[in-house]
Every structure is written in structure tokens, then in C-alpha cells.
């Protein structure tokens, strides 16, 4: 069965620093997100996109934050200046089409991302 | 602003009884429920989703029901064994093109 892959699996970075995240989702699916889970915590929205931009974007997502499909399998989240508070469980997911369609999300395993 | 919560973080059960865990939603009517699995340091695992004019949906040893008077989704697993130790996330379409997951409940079915 098709999946979603995350990589790395586990990013150290120091505080201030730059860091991408890489998903490739599934191949025919046309909406992408991104989630993140701090420790403990609901999985929360940061970002969807399609048609090669941003449909939807929470409060979280701010101006650190960026997303690129730079081909036609990659998906990344770029933090430009990362933050403690940004050490957390980051979900990249698809889905064939939005979530008014009322199919599932498929979700990779995700990155875990420290900032020292 | 709409809230989903799961008000159980743990629940603890006897293999081979059912688990029943909730949902439930605030100031809004969601047009479906999703219903997936998460095992430690895993993404979440789609495994049902109802929508708000279906009463009660089923696969193999799980089942999902809407009530959309009490404003609320019940998961059962039947007959529960050990590997069905996870933690359980409902999630629905939030205000716009995302889903919005409640906290779950960490499931642990003890042999």
C-alpha cells in the first residue's frame, strides 16, 4: 500500500538555525498538510496546500514558517529561525482531495525535531 | 470556537471486553468524525469515519456512532486484545481546509 515518507526521521538543530523538513506524499494525491505534535499534546494544524500554494494556514504557521513543492514528488516545511517552542513532532499528510470530500488523511511518521 | 475533546486521556481494560472511548464536539455540527489509531512515536492511522447522517458505522471489531443530539461519538473495539493498545484520536474538518484532532485516549488492554 502507498505511504507517505518523512525524512529524517529525527533533526537536531541549534536555536537560530534553519531546518527542512521532506515528505513525499502519496503519488495521486492532489492536497497536502502539515501537523505538529508537541510532546504530549493534540496534533495541531499548520498548513495545507494545493495547487502548488497555500489553501489554508493556522496562526502557528507564521512568517518562520514556509512550504515548497519544489517537484512533482517532494513536499518540505522550512523554519527559518527555529525557536525552543519549535522542538515537536512534525506530520506530513495527503489526501486524494480536501477535506470537504470527506476522505481520510494520510499521514507519514514524522520528524522529530530538537532545537538545543 | 468549535472544540473536539476526548475526556478520557486513559482508559484500562480487560482483554476480551469492549473498549467504548468518546467524543465529544462544542459549537459546531461537523459534517463527519474521523476515527484514527496512533501507536508511540507513529503518525496517525485513518481507521473510520462517519458522517453526521449516519447513525453507526462498522469494520471487523470496531464501531463508530454519531449522535448528533448529544453532540457525540462513541468508538467501541469488541473482543480487545493486547495489540490494540494505542492511542485513539477523533478528529473532524475544522474551519477550513484542515482537520482538527481532540487529545485522544491512550488505550491499554491487559492480558
Known amino acids: 500500500e502507498p505511504e507517505v515518507t518523512q525524512t529524517p526521521s529525527h533533526q537536531v538543530t541549534q536555536m537560530g538555525q534553519e531546518v527542512i523538513l521532506r515528505c513525499v506524499p502519496i503519488?495521486?494525491?492532489?492536497?497536502f498538510y502539515w501537523y505538529r505534535q508537541i510532546l504530549g499534546q493534540k496534533v495541531e494544524f499548520l498548513v495545507s496546500f494545493y495547487n502548488n500554494e497555500i489553501s489554508e494556514k493556522s496562526e502557528i504557521f507564521d512568517d518562520q514558517f514556509s512550504v515548497e513543492r519544489p517537484d512533482g514528488s517532494n513536499f518540505t516545511l522550512k523554519i527559518r529561525s527555529t525557536k525552543l517552542e519549535d522542538s515537536a513532532m512534525y506530520f506530513c499528510?495527503?489526501?486524494?482531495?480536501?477535506?470537504?470530500?470527506?476522505?481520510?488523511?494520510?499521514f507519514g511518521d514524522g520528524t522529530r525535531l530538537s532545537i538545543l | 470556537s468549535q472544540k473536539i475533546e476526548q475526556n478520557s486521556e486513559a482508559l484500562n481494560i480487560q482483554e476480551g471486553k469492549t473498549a467504548t472511548l468518546t467524543c465529544n464536539y462544542t459549537n459546531y455540527s461537523p459534517a463527519y468524525l474521523q476515527w484514527y489509531r496512533q501507536d508511540p512515536g507513529r503518525g496517525p492511522v485513518f481507521l473510520l469515519l462517519i458522517r453526521e447522517n449516519e447513525k453507526e458505522k462498522r469494520k471487523e471489531r470496531l464501531k463508530v456512532t454519531f449522535d448528533t443530539t448529544l453532540k457525540q461519538s462513541l468508538f467501541h473495539i469488541t473482543a480487545s486484545q493486547p495489540a490494540d493498545s494505542a492511542t485513539y484520536l477523533c478528529?473532524?474538518?475544522?474551519?477550513?481546509?484542515?482537520?482538527?484532532f481532540g487529545g485522544g485516549t491512550r488505550l491499554m488492554v491487559k492480558p
Open positions: 478528529a473532524s474538518q475544522g474551519a477550513g481546509n484542515m482537520l482538527t
Open positions: 503519488s495521486n494525491h492532489l492536497y
Open positions: 499528510a495527503s489526501s486524494p482531495q480536501g477535506v470537504y470530500s470527506n476522505q481520510p488523511q494520510h
